[in-house]
Protein backbone atom coordinates (compact mmCIF):
# COMPACT_ATOMS: atom_id res chain seq x y z
CA UNK A 1 0.00 0.00 0.00
CA UNK A 2 2.78 2.76 0.96
CA UNK A 3 4.63 1.75 -2.52
CA UNK A 4 1.19 2.09 -4.08
CA UNK A 5 0.65 5.97 -2.28
CA UNK A 6 4.26 6.65 -3.58
CA UNK A 7 3.83 5.84 -7.38
CA UNK A 8 0.28 7.53 -6.88
CA UNK A 9 1.96 10.83 -5.64
CA UNK A 10 4.65 10.57 -8.19
CA UNK A 11 2.48 9.62 -11.44
CA UNK A 12 0.46 12.94 -9.75
CA UNK A 13 3.32 15.16 -9.48
CA UNK A 14 4.48 14.29 -12.77
CA UNK A 15 1.53 15.24 -14.63
CA UNK A 16 0.68 18.01 -12.97
CA UNK A 17 3.85 19.68 -13.96
CA UNK A 18 4.16 18.48 -17.47
CA UNK A 19 0.90 20.22 -18.34
CA UNK A 20 2.65 23.24 -18.27
CA UNK A 21 5.39 24.77 -20.28
CA UNK A 22 9.18 23.39 -19.98
CA UNK A 23 11.86 26.06 -19.17
CA UNK A 24 15.10 25.02 -20.61
CA UNK A 25 19.11 26.51 -20.49
CA UNK A 26 19.59 29.71 -22.48
CA UNK A 27 20.21 28.58 -25.92
CA UNK A 28 23.43 30.88 -26.89
CA UNK A 29 22.52 31.27 -30.55
CA UNK A 30 20.68 34.28 -28.79
CA UNK A 31 23.66 35.76 -28.16
CA UNK A 32 23.44 38.26 -31.18
CA UNK A 33 19.61 39.28 -29.85
CA UNK A 34 19.46 42.86 -27.49
CA UNK A 35 16.74 43.01 -25.06
CA UNK A 36 15.87 46.48 -23.23
CA UNK A 37 13.72 46.20 -20.31
CA UNK A 38 12.86 47.63 -16.65
CA UNK A 39 13.36 46.28 -12.85
CA UNK A 40 13.36 47.38 -9.41
CA UNK A 41 16.07 45.25 -8.21
CA UNK A 42 18.30 48.10 -7.20
CA UNK A 43 16.07 49.69 -5.14
CA UNK A 44 13.60 51.70 -7.69
CA UNK A 45 12.54 51.24 -11.71
CA UNK A 46 15.95 51.78 -13.84
CA UNK A 47 16.03 50.91 -17.88
CA UNK A 48 18.48 47.61 -18.44
CA UNK A 49 19.62 45.89 -21.14
CA UNK A 50 20.63 42.54 -22.07
CA UNK A 51 21.61 39.82 -24.20
CA UNK A 52 18.69 37.40 -25.54
CA UNK A 53 20.03 34.58 -23.47
CA UNK A 54 20.12 36.88 -20.63
CA UNK A 55 23.65 37.30 -20.34
CA UNK A 56 25.15 40.89 -19.59
CA UNK A 57 22.37 42.71 -17.88
CA UNK A 58 23.39 45.73 -17.96
CA UNK A 59 21.80 49.06 -16.25
CA UNK A 60 21.33 52.42 -18.30
CA UNK A 61 20.04 55.02 -15.83
CA UNK A 62 20.73 55.63 -12.39
CA UNK A 63 18.22 58.07 -10.84
CA UNK A 64 16.58 58.03 -7.21
CA UNK A 65 13.23 58.51 -9.50
CA UNK A 66 11.64 55.71 -11.34
CA UNK A 67 12.87 55.53 -15.06
CA UNK A 68 10.63 52.35 -16.84
CA UNK A 69 9.23 51.76 -20.24
CA UNK A 70 11.44 51.38 -22.51
CA UNK A 71 10.44 51.65 -26.25
CA UNK A 72 13.63 50.96 -29.15
CA UNK A 73 13.88 53.45 -31.58
CA UNK A 74 13.18 51.74 -35.04
CA UNK A 75 17.52 51.86 -35.94
CA UNK A 76 18.03 49.91 -32.74
CA UNK A 77 20.19 53.00 -31.54
CA UNK A 78 17.96 54.78 -29.31
CA UNK A 79 16.36 54.20 -26.27
CA UNK A 80 12.69 56.16 -25.41
CA UNK A 81 11.27 55.78 -22.13
CA UNK A 82 9.54 57.57 -19.18
CA UNK A 83 11.19 59.34 -16.28
CA UNK A 84 9.29 60.84 -13.01
CA UNK A 85 9.61 64.67 -12.64
CA UNK A 86 8.52 66.37 -10.05
CA UNK A 87 5.72 63.47 -9.81
CA UNK A 88 4.93 63.35 -13.48
CA UNK A 89 6.13 61.09 -16.29
CA UNK A 90 8.01 62.91 -18.73
CA UNK A 91 9.61 61.63 -21.96
CA UNK A 92 13.32 60.94 -22.10
CA UNK A 93 15.46 59.70 -24.76
CA UNK A 94 19.24 57.77 -24.67
CA UNK A 95 21.72 56.09 -26.77
CA UNK A 96 21.43 52.40 -26.61
CA UNK A 97 24.71 52.62 -24.19
CA UNK A 98 22.83 54.66 -21.91
CA UNK A 99 25.14 57.56 -22.99
CA UNK A 100 23.45 61.10 -23.69
CA UNK A 101 20.14 60.77 -21.60
CA UNK A 102 18.23 63.77 -22.50
CA UNK A 103 15.12 64.72 -21.09
CA UNK A 104 12.47 66.31 -24.41
CA UNK A 105 8.98 66.51 -22.85
CA UNK A 106 8.11 69.18 -20.38
CA UNK A 107 5.05 70.03 -17.92
CA UNK A 108 2.64 67.20 -19.71
CA UNK A 109 1.67 63.67 -17.63
CA UNK A 110 2.14 60.59 -19.77
CA UNK A 111 0.60 57.58 -18.74
CA UNK A 112 2.41 54.54 -17.41
CA UNK A 113 3.07 52.08 -20.33
CA UNK A 114 5.46 51.64 -23.11
CA UNK A 115 2.25 51.13 -25.49
CA UNK A 116 1.91 55.07 -25.09
CA UNK A 117 5.45 55.85 -26.37
CA UNK A 118 5.70 55.28 -30.55
CA UNK A 119 8.22 56.60 -32.65
CA UNK A 120 8.10 57.48 -36.46
CA UNK A 121 9.05 55.24 -38.76
CA UNK A 122 12.84 57.50 -39.52
CA UNK A 123 12.82 57.86 -35.64
CA UNK A 124 12.29 61.73 -36.19
CA UNK A 125 9.69 62.20 -34.00
CA UNK A 126 7.69 60.64 -31.18
CA UNK A 127 3.89 60.31 -30.00
CA UNK A 128 3.23 60.02 -26.69
CA UNK A 129 -0.39 59.92 -24.97
CA UNK A 130 -0.86 62.45 -22.09
CA UNK A 131 -3.74 62.54 -19.42
CA UNK A 132 -4.61 66.41 -19.01
CA UNK A 133 -5.38 68.46 -16.01
CA UNK A 134 -9.28 67.56 -16.45
CA UNK A 135 -7.85 63.83 -17.24
CA UNK A 136 -8.17 63.76 -20.85
CA UNK A 137 -6.50 61.32 -23.31
CA UNK A 138 -4.48 63.70 -25.61
CA UNK A 139 -2.15 62.90 -28.05
CA UNK A 140 1.36 64.85 -28.22
CA UNK A 141 4.02 64.56 -31.11
CA UNK A 142 7.35 65.66 -30.31
CA UNK A 143 10.24 65.80 -32.17
CA UNK A 144 13.26 63.27 -31.06
CA UNK A 145 15.78 65.83 -30.16
CA UNK A 146 13.32 67.78 -28.25
CA UNK A 147 11.99 70.60 -30.14
CA UNK A 148 8.41 71.40 -31.45
CA UNK A 149 6.38 69.40 -28.35
CA UNK A 150 3.15 70.10 -29.71
CA UNK A 151 -0.79 68.83 -29.14
CA UNK A 152 -1.97 66.67 -32.02
CA UNK A 153 -5.68 65.74 -30.86
CA UNK A 154 -7.53 64.56 -27.85
CA UNK A 155 -7.83 60.66 -28.46
CA UNK A 156 -5.74 57.41 -27.50
CA UNK A 157 -3.19 54.50 -28.50
CA UNK A 158 -1.59 56.62 -31.67
CA UNK A 159 0.09 54.55 -34.50
CA UNK A 160 2.20 55.60 -37.02
CA UNK A 161 1.37 54.89 -40.86
CA UNK A 162 4.33 55.14 -43.08
CA UNK A 163 5.83 58.97 -42.13
CA UNK A 164 3.29 61.23 -41.69
CA UNK A 165 0.17 59.03 -41.24
CA UNK A 166 -1.23 57.84 -37.81
CA UNK A 167 -3.98 55.93 -36.32
CA UNK A 168 -5.59 56.48 -33.20
CA UNK A 169 -8.44 55.84 -31.00
CA UNK A 170 -10.78 58.64 -30.44
CA UNK A 171 -14.87 58.64 -31.28
CA UNK A 172 -14.38 55.37 -32.95
CA UNK A 173 -11.31 54.84 -34.59
CA UNK A 174 -9.66 58.08 -36.71
CA UNK A 175 -6.04 58.75 -39.04
CA UNK A 176 -5.34 62.20 -39.02
CA UNK A 177 -1.80 63.92 -40.81
CA UNK A 178 1.18 64.32 -38.64
CA UNK A 179 0.53 67.75 -39.19
CA UNK A 180 -2.81 68.03 -37.90
CA UNK A 181 -4.84 68.36 -41.07
CA UNK A 182 -6.96 65.47 -42.84
CA UNK A 183 -9.17 64.37 -39.55
CA UNK A 184 -10.78 60.84 -40.85
CA UNK A 185 -13.60 59.04 -38.68
CA UNK A 186 -12.52 55.53 -39.76
CA UNK A 187 -15.10 53.74 -38.12
CA UNK A 188 -18.37 55.72 -37.39
CA UNK A 189 -18.13 56.04 -33.28
CA UNK A 190 -21.77 54.70 -32.62
CA UNK A 191 -19.99 51.32 -31.44
CA UNK A 192 -17.73 51.36 -28.98
CA UNK A 193 -14.37 50.52 -31.14
CA UNK A 194 -10.58 51.42 -29.20
CA UNK A 195 -6.95 50.17 -28.81
CA UNK A 196 -6.66 50.11 -32.64
CA UNK A 197 -2.51 48.67 -33.69
CA UNK A 198 -1.45 49.31 -37.24
CA UNK A 199 0.15 46.38 -39.33
CA UNK A 200 3.58 46.67 -40.04
CA UNK A 201 2.38 46.44 -43.64
CA UNK A 202 0.32 48.91 -43.13
CA UNK A 203 -2.62 47.67 -44.34
CA UNK A 204 -4.80 46.25 -41.36
CA UNK A 205 -5.96 47.58 -38.64
CA UNK A 206 -6.67 45.23 -35.57
CA UNK A 207 -8.92 46.99 -32.71
CA UNK A 208 -10.99 45.94 -29.50
CA UNK A 209 -14.75 46.44 -30.00
CA UNK A 210 -18.17 45.58 -28.58
CA UNK A 211 -19.88 45.05 -32.31
CA UNK A 212 -20.32 41.09 -32.26
CA UNK A 213 -19.99 40.34 -28.83
CA UNK A 214 -23.03 39.40 -26.71
CA UNK A 215 -21.41 38.95 -23.45
CA UNK A 216 -21.19 41.91 -22.83
CA UNK A 217 -16.97 42.39 -23.18
CA UNK A 218 -15.24 43.77 -25.77
CA UNK A 219 -13.51 41.59 -28.22
CA UNK A 220 -10.86 41.47 -30.71
CA UNK A 221 -11.20 42.40 -34.03
CA UNK A 222 -9.71 43.51 -37.61
CA UNK A 223 -10.45 45.82 -40.52
CA UNK A 224 -8.71 47.22 -43.86
CA UNK A 225 -6.77 50.40 -43.13
CA UNK A 226 -9.65 52.88 -44.61
CA UNK A 227 -12.34 50.84 -42.27
CA UNK A 228 -13.69 48.01 -44.71
CA UNK A 229 -14.16 44.29 -44.45
CA UNK A 230 -13.84 44.39 -40.38
CA UNK A 231 -14.18 40.96 -38.74
CA UNK A 232 -14.07 39.69 -35.59
CA UNK A 233 -10.37 37.66 -34.87
CA UNK A 234 -11.25 36.63 -31.32
CA UNK A 235 -14.38 36.02 -28.66
CA UNK A 236 -11.45 37.42 -26.31
CA UNK A 237 -10.70 40.61 -24.89
CA UNK A 238 -6.74 41.29 -25.04
CA UNK A 239 -6.01 43.49 -21.36
CA UNK A 240 -3.19 45.29 -22.97
CA UNK A 241 -1.37 46.17 -26.40
CA UNK A 242 -1.92 43.34 -28.80
CA UNK A 243 1.33 42.69 -31.35
CA UNK A 244 1.49 42.08 -35.01
CA UNK A 245 4.02 39.21 -36.40
CA UNK A 246 6.87 40.45 -38.28
CA UNK A 247 5.53 38.98 -41.55
CA UNK A 248 1.65 40.45 -40.62
CA UNK A 249 -0.13 36.87 -41.08
CA UNK A 250 -0.49 36.57 -36.63
CA UNK A 251 -1.44 38.31 -33.61
CA UNK A 252 -0.10 37.91 -30.08
CA UNK A 253 -2.51 39.16 -27.50
CA UNK A 254 -2.84 38.35 -24.11
CA UNK A 255 -6.46 37.21 -21.92
CA UNK A 256 -7.76 34.84 -19.59
CA UNK A 257 -8.65 31.60 -21.28
CA UNK A 258 -11.98 31.75 -20.27
CA UNK A 259 -14.14 34.57 -19.01
CA UNK A 260 -13.86 33.66 -15.29
CA UNK A 261 -9.84 32.75 -15.60
CA UNK A 262 -7.83 33.64 -12.82
CA UNK A 263 -4.89 34.48 -15.20
CA UNK A 264 -3.49 35.64 -18.29
CA UNK A 265 -1.87 33.90 -20.48
CA UNK A 266 -0.74 34.28 -24.12
CA UNK A 267 -2.70 33.34 -27.63
CA UNK A 268 -1.81 33.50 -30.85
CA UNK A 269 -4.42 34.43 -34.06
CA UNK A 270 -4.13 33.95 -37.15
CA UNK A 271 -5.46 37.06 -39.32
CA UNK A 272 -6.54 35.02 -42.54
CA UNK A 273 -7.80 31.48 -41.12
CA UNK A 274 -8.78 33.15 -37.84
CA UNK A 275 -7.28 30.22 -36.41
CA UNK A 276 -6.84 30.57 -32.33
CA UNK A 277 -3.94 29.20 -30.21
CA UNK A 278 -3.10 29.11 -26.61
CA UNK A 279 0.54 29.10 -26.89
CA UNK A 280 2.22 30.41 -23.71
CA UNK A 281 0.60 29.17 -20.22
CA UNK A 282 3.33 28.92 -16.71
CA UNK A 283 0.49 28.74 -14.71
CA UNK A 284 0.92 32.30 -13.22
CA UNK A 285 0.05 35.61 -15.53
CA UNK A 286 1.81 36.27 -18.72
CA UNK A 287 1.97 40.00 -20.07
CA UNK A 288 3.49 42.20 -22.44
CA UNK A 289 4.36 39.56 -25.56
CA UNK A 290 6.97 41.14 -28.48
CA UNK A 291 7.76 39.28 -31.39
CA UNK A 292 11.99 39.55 -32.19
CA UNK A 293 12.35 41.28 -35.56
CA UNK A 294 12.72 37.45 -37.59
CA UNK A 295 9.38 36.28 -36.47
CA UNK A 296 11.17 33.32 -34.32
CA UNK A 297 10.81 34.14 -31.13
CA UNK A 298 8.56 36.01 -28.25
CA UNK A 299 9.46 37.55 -25.04
CA UNK A 300 7.34 38.33 -22.74
CA UNK A 301 7.29 38.80 -18.94
CA UNK A 302 5.29 36.94 -16.14
CA UNK A 303 4.03 37.65 -12.54
CA UNK A 304 3.91 34.68 -10.00
CA UNK A 305 1.94 34.31 -7.09
CA UNK A 306 4.62 35.36 -4.83
CA UNK A 307 4.76 39.10 -6.28
CA UNK A 308 7.67 38.54 -8.57
CA UNK A 309 7.94 39.55 -12.35
CA UNK A 310 10.40 37.70 -14.61
CA UNK A 311 11.24 37.95 -18.23
CA UNK A 312 10.80 34.94 -20.63
CA UNK A 313 11.97 34.14 -24.17
CA UNK A 314 9.97 31.47 -26.38
CA UNK A 315 11.80 30.06 -29.21
CA UNK A 316 8.79 29.12 -31.65
CA UNK A 317 10.78 26.75 -33.59
CA UNK A 318 11.32 24.38 -31.53
CA UNK A 319 8.42 25.19 -28.42
CA UNK A 320 11.27 25.68 -25.84
CA UNK A 321 10.80 29.00 -22.89
CA UNK A 322 13.98 30.25 -21.20
CA UNK A 323 13.81 32.24 -18.21
CA UNK A 324 16.32 35.38 -18.65
CA UNK A 325 16.05 37.38 -15.50
CA UNK A 326 15.97 35.86 -11.59
CA UNK A 327 17.24 38.36 -9.59
CA UNK A 328 16.24 37.57 -5.65
CA UNK A 329 15.03 40.24 -3.71
CA UNK A 330 11.93 41.17 -2.04
CA UNK A 331 9.28 41.31 -4.82
CA UNK A 332 11.54 41.72 -7.54
CA UNK A 333 9.94 43.08 -10.66
CA UNK A 334 11.56 42.95 -14.05
CA UNK A 335 8.87 43.55 -17.04
CA UNK A 336 7.88 45.74 -20.03
CA UNK A 337 10.69 43.88 -22.26
CA UNK A 338 11.00 45.41 -25.83
CA UNK A 339 13.54 43.98 -28.30
CA UNK A 340 16.21 45.52 -30.55
CA UNK A 341 14.38 45.52 -34.08
CA UNK A 342 17.83 45.36 -35.91
CA UNK A 343 18.88 42.61 -34.33
Known sequence: MKYIKILFIAVTFFTIHSCKERITEPDISQLNYEIVFNSNRDGNFEI?????????????????????????????ERIAYLSEVNGKNQLFV??????????????LNIYNGYEWIEWSPDGAKILIQVFSEQNIRQIYIINADGSNQAL?????????????????????????????????QITDGTIFDFCPVVSPHYDKIIFRSFRDNDSGKASLHIMNLDGSDIKELSKKDPIIKSSFSPINTDILFVAPETVLGFYDKIFRVNINTNNEELIIDLGSAQ????????????????????GRADIYIKNLSNGSIT?????????????????????
Open 152 to 184: LIEGNYPNWVEQNKIIFGGDGICSINSDGSNLI
Open 94 to 107: MNKDGSNQKQISFD
Open 323 to 343: KLTNYQGVFPINDYPDWNPKK
Open 48 to 76: YVMNADGSNQTRLTNNNVKDWFPKWSPDG
Open 287 to 306: STPVYSSDGNKIVFSTFTND
